[in-house]
């Protein structure tokens, strides 16, 4: 009994308490008219450079949420739809955020990696455009209409590069959606997440393009027992099975 006690009490001594934390990707240069893009996924990671709070990040987050951004009715762009791959059926149809380890743009199931996790809730085309309002520019005023996607705590490594994939799914599949978010174009000095090479987005045909994405990240932070709190509860073990 004592040795439970001490056990559970030295272990709850050995980790720090979890954080929420925001990975900010909206720091970037003010987005020129046109930067706007109808993406199968986009690339993002953690702890990527740039400014933002990289430092309270621990090895181990968990996703809570995404936030992107995307253009009102004043955007002319209208959806792909159609049963063409990586279309949507029709812009009432909800569509899902999933993560991967990995995701090559094309709409085949050799063409995405592991699966992790898929938001809890979907969002249409419509929706967005009610929550942007009627012929609202979103892309020249500050700050920009957003909408969120939810996940169950997504386990992710903070210097781990993972790729955010459109579905109109929710499962496991490999069905890969187009939806429209506002970018960054070529590269610009951007904040935390953001992935300067070449392979930041997929677009509709499954094209990399050097975009940035603008989305805030909702994370929490994931312990790590102390070393040497551990050293300590492995010598009081000892100690107490030698005394038993």
Known sequence: ?????????LLAA??????????DNTLSATIASGD???IRGFAFRPAAGGTGPVEVLTQQVELL???????????????????????ITDINAPVYLKVYSSFTGGTAAGDVGTF???????????????????GVSTATAAPFESFTYSFPSISLDKDTTY???FSE??????????FRVIVEAGAGAAGTGYLADTVQVRDTSGTARDWGVY??????????????????LAGSFLMLRRRR
């Open 1 to 9: 009994m004592k040795l439970t006690v001490l056990s559970l009490l």
């Open 14 to 23: 050995a980790s720090a308490p979890a954080a929420t934390v925001l990975v």
């Open 36 to 38: 706007r893009a109808n």
């Open 65 to 87: 949420s995404l936030s992107l951004h995307r253009p009102g009715f004043s955007d002319a762009t209208t959806p792909l739809l159609g049963s063409a791959a990586g279309q």
């Open 116 to 134: 992790l996790g898929a938001s809890s809730n979907g969002i249409s085309w419509s929706a967005v455009d009610a929550i942007n309002g009627a």
């Open 163 to 165: 790729w955010a994939v």
């Open 169 to 178: 799914t929710s499962d496991s599949s490999a069905d890969v959606a187009n």
């Open 215 to 232: 989305f805030i990240a909702n994370v929490n932070t994931v312990p790590e027992p102390s070393g040497s709190l551990l050293g300590v």
